[in-house]
């Protein structure tokens, strides 16, 4: 494996931490005289980059042992400071703890355990047979890593979209370096501070920030590049590693319609519309459904169940639900909310909003 699935990016070409302007407030710290502000440019970058390098080459990460113990580490660290995720996690997207723990913090325990029982087996030579040309000949396909790799992450799942790629880099036997996204911070920061204290430094390195830390990284020759999110930003990665030949994942958002025929169970039908589109994320997931075809002698019924099912999931205001997620930001909510205003008079459900309760707008 070169790196396992999923991870995802939005990029604003504003410099505001949510992707729209701000002005600093009067009383900001002003640096003092001789303070420099630390910034992480392309020549930073260049250097992070042939650091990594330099150690990849040494051979150590190539290791069984090193694979192994920066895998286990992970798994310690996600055991020690579960809480201390979680807590980033709501703060940055309001997760309830149990959608948290299972959608991320469980999800990348698990992929960690896989690779550790896999990955003897994912290491090992495959035999291959030759022809008659070569003869006599023996040949296999042995599994090398590709060297140093970047992964940038997503808002929405931002730890596990940050760290399930960099399990498959590690168990690979590459170096990393990781990207999290901005639009979710107190979980980039958390990511950063935690990667910092329990893996390998000289292989593993996480660079917090906008728009100007990736392009700084995107100028950089990767030896691989892996990044989730929507087609805009995956034109910029990939013309970015074209100019260097540089092998890259997108995962691409699309669309999800779901087709609900009139001789379904329609009660678990909409259970499982609920679900999928609102108990996961507040919606804010790559395959929540975006609409539903149905016949119109049968989208009556349907929509009747779904008000139902809302209800009992949710409450009658979902704003005052405990068990559901919050949109990330200010600029996010009001695109959503420019969207509900546009078909106001055909809400049959729902519509309420409250964006004094983001965290952005406290």
């Not at 949510?18 to 502000?37: D, I, N, V, W």
């Not at 809480?83 to 960690?112: C, G, T």
């Not at 997620?325 to 078909?343: G, K, P, Q, Y």
Request: glycine share 6%; with cysteine.
């Amino acid at each position: 494996p070169i790196c396992s699935a999923g991870s995802g990016l939005s990029l604003s070409r504003t410099s505001s931490r949510y992707g729209c302007t701000y002005q600093l407030c009067c009383c900001a710290k002003l640096p003092s005289m001789g303070e420099e502000k630390q910034t992480f440019d392309e020549k930073k970058a260049a250097l992070m980059v042939m650091e990594l390098r330099d150690t990849f080459r040494s051979g150590k990460t190539k290791s069984y042992e090193w694979r192994v113990s920066q895998l286990k580490s992970l798994v310690k660290m996600i055991e020690e400071k579960e809480s201390e995720i979680l807590q980033a996690l709501y703060k940055d997207l309001s997760k309830p703890k149990l959608e948290a723990f299972i959608s991320e913090v469980h999800a990348v325990k698990s992929a960690s355990n896989l690779a550790l029982k896999e990955l003897k087996s994912w290491m090992k030579p495959e035999k291959v047979k030759t022809n008659m040309s070569t003869y006599p000949s023996s040949a296999e396909i042995l599994p090398e890593p590709l060297g140093v790799v970047l992964v940038i992450s997503a808002w929405n799942y931002p730890f596990l979209l940050s760290l399930d790629p960099v399990v498959g880099a590690i168990a690979a036997g590459n170096a990393v370096v990781l990207k999290p996204s901005e639009i979710s911070p107190a979980t980039s920061s958390t990511i950063a501070r935690l990667l910092a204290e329990y893996l390998d430094n000289s292989t593993i390195r996480v660079i917090e920030g906008a728009v100007p830390e990736t392009t700084a990284l995107l100028e950089q020759k990767w030896d691989k590049i892996f990044f989730t999110g929507g087609g805009r930003v995956g034109r910029i990665v990939m013309s970015a590693a074209a100019r260097h030949l540089t092998p890259v994942t997108l995962e691409l958002g699309g669309k999800n319609p779901v087709v609900v025929d009139s001789n379904v169970d329609v009660e678990v039908a909409a259970r499982r519309i609920v679900a999928g589109k609102w108990a996961a994320n507040c919606g804010q997931i790559c395959i929540g459904v975006d609409y539903i075809v149905t016949t119109k002698k049968f989208a009556p019924k349907l929509i009747d169940v779904l008000r139902n099912k809302i209800e009992e999931f949710f409450g009658k205001d979902p704003t005052e639900s405990s068990d559901q997620s919050r949109i990330v930001n200010s600029f996010h909510f009001r695109r959503l909310a420019n969207l509900l205003d546009e078909v106001s008079d055909k809400i049959v459900v729902g519509g309420q909003r409250d964006e004094s309760r983001l965290w952005d707008s406290l």
